[in-house]
């Protein structure tokens, strides 16, 4: 079956209502929104506690690089879930890639905990 530029018809029009959407609600806010700005508004606000220190300050890397590994991982799991899905219809050859793809991970997992990149001092 061939598709045509009419069948994304109606995509493009979803696409231009939502956008639309969200032109009208920041306009709206923009103009009905209450302008009054004070010295307390324009203070940093930090979960209802005071504020201490200055927000410049050095954070270890190792913060950042654990984070960043946490996506990797996590985006990785996301990968095996349609493979759990539709495990049947794959057969062995979807079971043999899915064991090949665990090891890529697990050397990935092995050459991150070598490195000590989990490692707290």
Known sequence: ???????????????LVALGFIIAVMVVSH???PKISTLTKQENFECGIKSEGNARSPVSIKYFLVAILFVLFDVEVIFMYPWAVNFKELGWVGLVEMFSFIGIFLIGFYYILK???LAWE
């Open 31 to 33: 103009m009905v929104g």
């Open 115 to 117: 490195k000590g990149a």
């Open 1 to 15: 079956m061939q598709s045509s530029a009419v069948d994304y018809l109606p995509i493009a029009m979803m696409f």
